[in-house]
């Protein structure tokens, strides 16, 4: 298992790479924009991963395209240490885009089954893909932080639930090595810039089931009753199929049912011979999954011989992904790296796990005797202005109101979700990667440990880091001065933000639960973030531009910042069931 590096030696390492970032926003920020302007459905991702695997190259990295059909691996090494994984997805969404964004989308695409659709980045993956590539520069930039080997992922089909495994199936592990931990985020409805984490489970379970409904062909104005009707038929089974969470499912329990696609006869008065029926599921535990799914298949089942069909229906499970199971230490590692770099007020614990699916766990080999712990967070994208203007009384309501993932009106606030999730992520490797000693050729965390030549000091370091693993967080964020540079507008003068800061800290100190907690935080989230110093030159070479042509000049991000609340006093969570609701 790899070895955390303490906190605090993480905030000293990410502060000085995160200096850089300032020479390589612009770059990134308009790799975004060209990427959120030209997206590519599941497994089309050809224009995307060339754009990756061109970024990865000019900044060192062994890169190799074609993984698993579209997906992109780019290796750096750095000397002595753990392998860490960094993932991001680059697929679209088959959707028309409504954000009225000068940069939206009116890319149009056809589907695996040949259905012609608009293709929208509704999920996030550009963004997704945007902060990978600026932390792989980053980390490039500034080799002597850290040791260990980095291994950065673009992944294809997150949306299909499928590039994962395809990856795996291609022989990712046994060509590129099988690394140590695996580090991955989310955009996710929050406020712009924070980072939510939760140990244990934090996505649901996704299954998707196929149904074909068989007929016999008729005309609605000649004899109908000659013909059975299976679009009659798929009628009953949608209405039919909602009573499976509302009566068979135990209210104790998380499960939701959804018919998302439905296709049926070419004219109005023609009676067709089949129809068609995709239905997703998505629960918090393989028991509820295979009950729901043995329901379904006795519904369609029952419904197709009460209409006398002519044959009995196909059922077929398309894809089913596991939940995504956050090992619980390396959780409390990483987000206590966070919350020394940003600050207690800008990283919360979700009180719940999320329903939507993901693929991403498939990295951490769940079925193999030794699975590849891995960690996942949310990283907030909503613009400020419009979560405050966002109606309801609580922050549930209003993660509710907003637009979230798979929205036509998803429009994530550009600078302060690229600017914190690039953080984000560097932030995660290095307390893997990072330098447990100065500069030189110091040997990382896990490569002591191996090498069995751990010094007192680092001795001492390891038992203060389990102390701190313990105790979840407890301990006082160590970033105050960095954090000022984050979030200030210029690099000149001083900020005000720890005066501020301690003043806000000192007003409430009543609050003990998680609920009430995260509700207070996301009714008052802080300011977005804003740029550090600025470092030497670093980023790909001064000509690299998309392969559309330079970055397009955006807006700035929507909304002023408002005054961020008190840290959240939260217990840690338990990696077991049961879950409160």
């Not at 009116?106 to 600026?134: F, K, N, Y």
């Not at 990856?167 to 099988?178: C, I, P, Q, S, T």
């Not at 369609?300 to 009460?306: C, D, I, L, N, Q």
Request: charged letters at 20%; one cysteine or more; hydrophobic letters at 35%.
């Amino acid at each position: 298992m790899p070895q955390a590096v303490d906190p605090r030696r993480v905030t000293e390492h990410g502060s000085e790479v995160m200096r850089l970032v300032d020479e390589i926003f612009p770059l990134v920020e308009g790799f975004y924009v060209d990427l959120h302007r030209n997206p590519e459905l599941s497994h089309q991702e050809h224009r995307t991963s060339q754009a990756v695997a061109e970024w990865l190259s000019r900044a060192g990295y062994e890169v190799t395209t074609g993984i698993g059909g579209t997906g992109v691996v780019g290796i750096l090494r750095n000397g002595e240490g753990p392998t860490v994984l960094l993932r991001c997805a680059m697929d679209a969404l088959p959707l028309a885009e409504q954000t009225g964004l000068p940069y939206a989308s009116t890319a149009r695409g056809t589907t695996a089954d040949g259905q012609e659709t608009p293709i929208m980045h509704a999920a996030g993956h550009d963004a997704h893909t945007a902060c990978l590539v600026g932390t792989a520069d980053l980390l490039s930039s500034s080799r002597k932080h850290w040791s260990g080997t980095l291994m950065v992922v673009a992944q294809p089909g997150q949306e299909t639930l499928d590039g994962a495994e395809a990856m795996l199936a291609d022989g990712l592990y046994e060509r590129f090595g099988r690394p140590d931990i695996v580090l991955t985020q989310r955009v996710g409805p929050q406020p712009a810039g924070m980072i939510a984490h939760r140990a244990g489970v934090i996505l649901g379970m996704s299954t998707t089931v196929g149904v074909r409904i068989f007929g016999s062909p008729g005309h609605g104005g000649f004899q109908p009753q000659t013909g059975v009707d299976p679009v009659v038929i798929a009628a009953s089974i949608i209405t039919r199929l909602q009573t499976i969470v509302a009566r068979e499912v135990n209210p104790s329990e998380m499960a939701v049912l959804t018919t998302g696609v439905v296709r049926a006869g070419t004219k109005a008065d023609l009676v067709p011979d089949e129809a068609y029926l995709e239905i997703n599921t998505r629960c918090l535990n393989e028991r509820v999954a295979d009950r729901i799914y043995a329901a379904i298949e006795r519904v369609v089942k029952a419904e197709a011989a009460a209409s006398a069909a002519p044959r009995e229906p196909e059922v077929t499970e398309i894809r089913r992904t596991s939940l995504i199971r956050n090992h619980a230490q390396h959780t409390r590692a990483v987000s206590s790296a966070h919350r020394a770099y940003f600050g207690d007020a800008y990283v919360i614990d979700l009180p719940e796990p999320f329903a939507v699916g993901d693929d991403f766990g498939a990295f951490g080999l769940p079925d193999d005797p030794e699975p590849v712990p891995y960690v996942m967070w949310l990283l907030g994208s909503t613009p400020h202005d419009v979560w405050s203007a966002a109606p309801g009384a609580t922050p549930f309501d209003k993660l509710a109101s907003v637009p979230g993932s798979h929205s036509s009106q998803f429009a994530p606030d550009r600078e302060a979700t690229l600017r914190a999730g690039i953080a984000a992520l560097t932030i995660g490797a290095l307390t893997y990667l990072g330098r447990t000693s100065g500069p030189g050729r110091a040997t990382s965390g896990l490569a002591q440990i191996a090498s069995s030549r751990i010094t007192e000091d680092e001795s001492t370091q390891s038992a203060d880091m389990e102390a701190l693993l313990a105790d979840d967080d407890e301990g006082e964020s160590t970033q105050s001065a960095d954090m000022e540079a984050l979030l200030a507008d210029d690099d000149e003068g001083e900020s005000t933000q720890s005066a501020d800061m301690e003043a806000l800290l000192a007003d409430d100190e009543g609050e003990t639960t998680q609920r009430a907690n995260m509700a207070e935080l996301l009714n008052d989230p802080p300011p977005p973030p804003r740029g550090p110093t600025q470092g030497p030159q670093t980023g790909p070479a001064p000509s690299f531009r998309p392969p559309s042509g330079p970055p397009l000049a955006a807006p700035p991000p929507m909304g002023p910042p408002v005054d961020a609340p008190p840290p959240p006093e939260t217990p840690p969570h338990s990696d077991e069931p049961p879950y409160r609701y």
